[in-house]
């Protein structure tokens, strides 16, 4: 079978290749006789097409359709485990305010020998942020048990408040202040009294007003006007009213750069009996420009000011440039300043004041200091000044000749003096701190007296208080007075002059919580027991002690 399919494809292979020969030899007589014709062409070919049916097509936007689609959507629940469970997330609380709930109100009551009452009321509305209230009574006296008639006591009341405004805050006060002292420097062998003839009352009602912008605006502008009245009278029917009017404002120029001025205007009138009544005013113009950098400040001043019918152009400089950051700081200054002599102002500081002279002048103080301050750590303190001062129209205190056992007054043309003044101090947070305070004068020229009556050129201080767990605090203060001159007559009418006896004065204090809402208390005084003067013919109190209990609620 193979062998006959050998023989069929060799024979179909040698008869196409006989037929391919053939066909190439006929092409090629064909070929020899055509290149022999001749053809005629009658006409040139002109094609044509046939006219084609045009389509008119109008074309058409389709209908809006306005069925809302249905979709639905299927999203497979797709659940993952880990081994790992994430905590919850939980917003976190608000801090709580740091400040602790204040005790706003207190009474202290206490007694101690010299038939010492005590006590002390203290009412307050807290912290609130529109309208803050306070009331303050204070009554203490004590009797002498060594010397007649050297009792004294002392009434203060004093209610204020203060509103808060988005712009301004306004605060006013009203107090009434009651001293009562007896004259008893006097001789009480050779002389007698009733108390009713040598007591002397000094009563005191103050009003205040006074109006501050809170927020700093765009124009840096600051204002604080206050006003106060004062009636202040004895028991000698010496009377003084006072009205002091203070405008202070305040604008910053440029960044470092401010100018401020103050407008005080200090006016009184005095009337003793159904004499004349006499006035003494004081006015006065503070302006000035202050710069304020990081380690200098400068303030430049002057002050017109207006008083018993005389004019003043008074220096207001003061500097502090900063030698060391903080820790050593240079500062210098050239200030002036009127002190007023009222009535009120000279029973304050000498209560056994006799005869007022109301025609006296006011003092005029020059100061030119200079000194270092600074701080040392973050428990040190310091500040020292030494600086030369002078008193023009400076009141001194004498005994009367008439009645030795009050005083006049004595006017000091001009006094000199050379002025040294220190202060250190530590403090370590609430729970233990001393301070310690100097002042030196160096009287060395008076124009119009022969010595300086009763300026006490020597005064230092120091105080010292320790907590013990917070609970129990002891405290001491330590003051150190250098002897005055004083003057007196002697039997033949001719005067001459001594000097009081320095001295030293302790006092000591403790105190005890008993939980939140009780204190006890213990304040002892003059523990060397000394009866020194500070005014001649007046020995103060020896050692007294008084103590009880505070009520805080």
């Not at 060594?146 to 009434?155: A, C, E, G, P, T």
């Not at 988005?166 to 001789?187: A, F, K, M, T, W």
């Not at 009294?193 to 927020?215: E, H, L, M, W, Y």
Request: aromatic content about 14%; glycine content about 6%.
């Amino acid at each position: 079978m193979k062998c006959s399919i050998k023989y069929i494809s060799r024979l179909l292979t040698i008869t196409g290749i006989s037929a391919i020969a053939l066909h190439q030899q006929a092409m090629a007589q064909k070929d020899t006789l055509l290149k022999e014709e001749t053809i005629d062409i009658i006409s040139t070919y002109q094609p044509k097409l046939r006219d084609a049916a045009k389509l008119n097509l109008t074309a058409s936007l389709p209908g809006i359709d306005t069925a809302r689609p249905r979709l639905s959507y299927q999203v497979p629940a797709l659940n993952l485990y880990f081994m790992y469970q994430p905590v919850p997330l939980k917003p976190l609380a608000l801090g709580k305010d740091s400040l602790n709930p204040i005790q706003n109100n207190f009474v202290k009551l206490g007694y101690g020998n010299l038939s010492t009452p005590f006590v002390q009321v203290g009412l307050g509305s807290g912290r609130n942020e529109k309208f803050n209230y306070g009331i303050f009574a204070n009554y203490i006296s004590s009797k002498g048990s060594d010397i007649k008639n050297q009792d004294y006591s002392n009434l203060n009341v004093l209610a204020s408040g203060t509103y808060l405004s988005p712009l301004l805050e306004v605060n006013g006060s009203i107090g009434y202040d009651r001293n009562q002292v007896h004259y008893y420097g006097y001789d009480h062998v050779l002389e007698s009294f009733d108390k009713s003839d040598i007591k002397q009352v000094f009563n005191q009602v103050t009003a205040q007003v006074g109006v501050k912008n809170r927020p700093h605006n765009d124009w840096a502008f600051q204002f604080q006007p206050q006003a106060k009245f004062i009636i202040f009278g004895d028991n000698y029917k010496r009377m003084e009213n006072t009205f002091i009017l203070k405008v202070p404002v305040r604008k910053q120029l440029i960044e470092d750069i401010y100018i401020k001025a103050e407008g005080v205007f200090d006016l009184s009138t005095f009337k003793e009996d159904n004499n004349k009544q006499v006035n003494n005013n004081v006015a006065a113009i503070h302006p000035a420009v202050e710069i304020t950098k990081p380690g200098f400040m400068l303030h430049a001043g002057v002050n017109p000011t207006w008083t018993n019918s005389k004019f003043y152009l008074l220096p207001d400089i003061v500097n502090e440039s900063h030698l060391v950051r903080k820790k050593l700081i240079l500062s210098s200054g050239w200030i002036s300043y009127i002190e007023k002599n009222s009535f009120r102002n000279l029973a304050n500081k000498n209560p056994f004041i006799g005869t007022y002279d109301a025609s006296m002048m006011n003092t005029r103080v020059e100061e030119k200091y200079t000194g270092i301050k600074g701080t040392l750590g973050s428990h040190f303190n310091y500040n020292t000044k030494f600086a030369a001062v002078r008193w023009f129209n400076l009141p001194l205190f004498v005994n009367d000749t008439l009645d030795a056992k009050k005083f006049i007054t004595r006017n000091e043309e001009e006094l000199r003096a050379f002025q040294l003044h220190a202060e250190i101090g530590y403090i370590e947070e609430e729970k233990f701190q001393v301070k310690f305070t100097m002042d030196w004068f160096n009287y060395n020229k008076q124009f119009t007296e022969i010595k300086p009556w009763h300026l006490a050129p020597f005064q230092g201080d120091i105080f010292a208080q320790y907590t013990f767990g917070k609970k129990f605090r002891l405290s001491a203060d330590l003051f150190a007075l250098s002897g005055s001159y004083y003057q007196y007559q002697l039997p033949d009418k001719s005067f001459d002059f001594a000097k009081n006896k320095g001295a030293w004065d302790l006092n000591a204090g403790a105190s005890y919580d008993i939980g939140k809402n009780f204190n006890l208390w213990l304040n002892a005084n003059n523990l060397f027991n000394t009866n020194y003067q500070r005014w001649h013919l007046y020995p103060t109190y020896g050692f007294n002690i008084v103590g009880g209990i505070m009520i805080k609620f």
